[in-house]
């Protein structure tokens, strides 16, 4: 089966993607993230404020099949958190690139190794394997 990566996005191995915009980078889970995942029916989100580094927990995911942690690609502060997803958790399944995105966080610099939509589709290929 073949997942949408979208070429502008950098993607970890933890399959949280992040996009960014402006000065604050945008992050969700990927398209196979969520087809690995079904139905998700829940998602814990952090406050606004939090700070996190490359590689720590910010939330929980859980759908029909499995409960996941969400790990931050990049360390930060929270400045917003997709609210919307408390109450309709659908736009993680059907759009998890634009209306299903989780928070967004403003950079202090330090990254997790991040792949191109190229390496994380081959990375992807190699986990069906």
Same mark, same amino acid.
Request: hydrophobic residues 40%; negative net charge.
């Given at each position: 089966? *073949?997942? @949408?990566?979208?070429? /502008? !996005?950098?993607?970890?191995?933890?399959? %949280?993607? #992040?996009? &960014?915009?402006?000065?604050?980078?945008?992050?969700?889970?990927?398209?196979?993230?969520?087809?690995?995942?079904?139905?998700?029916?829940?998602?814990?989100?952090?406050?606004?404020?939090?700070?996190?580094?490359?590689?720590?927990?910010?939330?929980?995911?859980? *759908?029909? @099949?499995?409960?996941? /942690? !969400?790990?931050?690609?990049?360390?930060? %502060?929270? #400045?917003? &958190?997709?609210?919307?997803?408390?109450?309709?958790?659908?736009?993680?399944?059907?759009?998890?690139?634009?209306?299903?995105?989780?928070?967004?966080?403003?950079?202090?610099?330090?990254?997790?190794?991040?792949?191109?939509?190229?390496?994380?589709?081959?990375?992807?290929?190699?986990?069906?394997?």
């Amino acid at each position: 089966m *073949s997942f @949408k990566t979208p070429p /502008d !996005l950098r993607y970890s191995k933890s399959h %949280e993607w #992040v996009r &960014v915009d402006g000065d604050a980078v945008v992050i969700g889970i990927t398209d196979y993230a969520q087809d690995a995942l079904g139905d998700v029916v829940y998602v814990e989100l952090p406050q606004v404020g939090a700070t996190y580094g490359p590689g720590d927990t910010f939330g929980v995911i859980e *759908s029909v @099949k499995a409960s996941s /942690d !969400l790990y931050a690609p990049v360390a930060g %502060e929270v #400045v917003a &958190v997709n609210d919307a997803l408390e109450s309709d958790q659908a736009p993680i399944n059907s759009d998890p690139y634009n209306g299903g995105w989780l928070i967004r966080i403003k950079p202090s610099g330090a990254e997790e190794e991040l792949l191109d939509a190229g390496a994380y589709a081959a990375f992807v290929e190699s986990l069906q394997h």
